[in-house]
């Protein structure tokens, strides 16, 4: 069915910024909208986000531009192309735009029509979302596929929150339960539990943007403490049924000119290879299965080093480092750099562009984990493309705060909608 036209405005995400919905109308009447995230923490080579830079609106926040192009410049290009044809109206923006990093109309612009796109499309096909990417993004099926492991941030520090915490992130990883729900459920649980053992010992309990608490602890060590303590008083088993992340967000306290990490709170400076050795007594000392961005995106040499040293161990996530964009994938590839890639519709800024991301990951036998950001919406289109592109992890935030249950709920929902089908045939 035709696109007849398409709206735009600003709308808030979690943090109070304003960003970008588009609304898609067919000639049938079909109608669907979608919005786009922002990240605090990002990549240099990530896709633009447009905005105004006019200080008396939302201190130079403002969408209005961006908005402005999806009506005045995305809506005539095209307009009459039926809905169906994502490629094809993802390559007619992208080409439209000509610029390497969607600067010219905004990322944000063209993945806001991108998604809305594909969600009018599945709605024409009568196709839950989630299946209708599967087809249309030619993803492969997997009858066997035991729906993701979330990635709970429950500690948040770097530029998500004001904890002193130079690590960015540390997450609860249950990936020894079977079925999602279960999985969300030992989350949740822990969560809680963590709150109470952090509120006991006399330290704020007050969450940063992602949902997870943040703390002023005493070191970096510590918050992989407080947590491994947690699961270790609690019912579950870590190591066996849950084990513990961390995005380091390397890059953002990397020193370029003297190519050191400088770890405030720890008062350290440590070169990479240090950085290494670091993270290896961390993979012993708490059961950490997995770690993203350990290195900051300049330090190639970094990453390929300690995938090298702790690749075969634990899952090593390239998000900073790759910006969901399938050429640096490659690259990190041929470099040996990654065994696994975070996967952001808005680092890239079109939902075929990330399909091809995805691909490429598979194509190198890279595990995906299909990621929010810290300015989110309601929106829980992530959470079907995380189904539809059966990945390993996603990560969505802590288990609180609505734009991030929002989408475990839809995955959960997705899961027990499966499971009534098999049921019952």
């Keep these: 069915m035709k696109i007849q036209y398409i709206d735009a405005y600003e709308i808030l995400d979690s943090r109070g910024n304003p960003t970008v919905e588009a609304k898609i109308t067919t000639e049938s009447g079909i109608s669907s909208k979608a919005s786009v995230p922002s990240g605090a923490s990002t990549g240099t080579k990530e896709a633009i986000e447009?905005?105004?830079?006019?200080?008396?609106?939302?201190?130079?926040?403002?969408?209005?531009?961006?908005?402005?192009?999806?009506?005045?410049?995305?809506?005539?290009?095209?307009?009459?192309?039926?809905?169906?044809?994502?490629w094809e109206i993802d390559k007619t923006m992208i080409e439209l735009d000509g610029t390497e990093n969607k600067s010219k109309l905004g990322a944000n612009a063209i993945l806001a029509v991108s998604l809305a796109v594909a969600r009018s499309g599945a709605k024409y096909s009568h196709l839950p979302l989630w299946k209708?990417?599967?087809?249309?993004?030619?993803?492969?099926?997997d009858e066997n596929y035991d729906f993701p492991v979330p990635l709970l941030n429950v500690i948040n520090g770097g530029v998500h929150a004001d904890s002193g915490l130079d690590v960015q992130e540390y997450m609860i990883i249950p990936s020894g339960i079977k079925g999602f729900a279960n999985r969300m459920r030992a989350g949740a649980?822990?969560?809680?539990?963590?709150?109470?053992?952090?509120?006991?010992q006399g330290f704020r309990v007050a969450v940063g943007d992602e949902g997870g608490f943040a703390p002023s602890l005493h070191s970096n060590e510590d918050a992989l403490a407080q947590i491994a303590n947690t699961v270790k008083s609690s019912n579950y088993e870590?190591?066996?049924?849950?084990k513990i992340g961390m995005d380091v967000a390397a890059s953002e306290?990397?020193?370029?000119?003297?190519?050191l990490?400088?770890?405030?709170?720890?008062?350290?400076?440590?070169?990479?290879?240090?950085?290494?050795?670091?993270?290896?007594?961390?993979?012993?000392?708490?059961?950490?299965?997995?770690?993203?961005?350990?290195?900051?995106?300049?330090?190639?040499?970094?990453?390929t080093d300690f995938n090298k040293q702790s690749g075969d161990k634990i899952t090593i996530v390239g998000d900073d480092l790759t910006v969901t964009n399938k050429k640096i994938v490659e690259e990190a590839h041929k470099k040996k750099a990654i065994n696994s890639v975070l996967i952001k519709v808005n680092q890239i800024g079109?939902?075929?562009?990330t399909a091809q991301c995805i691909q490429a990951a598979r194509n190198h036998d890279m595990s995906i984990a299909i990621s929010h950001?810290?300015?989110?919406?309601?929106?829980?289109?992530?959470?079907d493309l995380a189904v539809a592109a059966t990945a390993e992890y996603v990560k969505f935030g802590a288990p609180a705060r609505s734009e991030r249950v929002s989408k475990y709920n839809r995955i959960s929902k997705i899961e027990r909608k499966h499971h009534e089908i098999i049921s019952f045939s």
């Design 50 to 86: 447009l905005r105004d830079g006019d200080k008396e609106r939302f201190g130079g926040k403002g969408v209005l531009e961006a908005c402005k192009n999806i009506r005045e410049k995305i809506m005539p290009a095209i307009k009459g192309i039926d809905v169906t044809e994502q």
């Design 132 to 141: 209708y990417l599967r087809n249309s993004l030619r993803f492969k099926k």
């Design 189 to 200: 649980e822990l969560y809680h539990a963590l709150r109470n053992r952090l509120a006991e």
């Design 238 to 242: 870590l190591g066996k049924q849950v």
């Design 253 to 259: 306290f990397y020193d370029k000119k003297k190519d």
């Design 261 to 303: 990490y400088d770890m405030k709170l720890d008062q350290k400076q440590l070169n990479s290879k240090q950085m290494a050795e670091l993270y290896e007594k961390w993979i012993e000392d708490y059961h950490i299965e997995l770690i993203e961005d350990p290195m900051s995106e300049f330090d190639w040499k970094g990453w």
């Design 350 to 353: 079109s939902l075929s562009e």
């Design 373 to 383: 950001r810290s300015g989110e919406t309601e929106d829980t289109f992530i959470a």
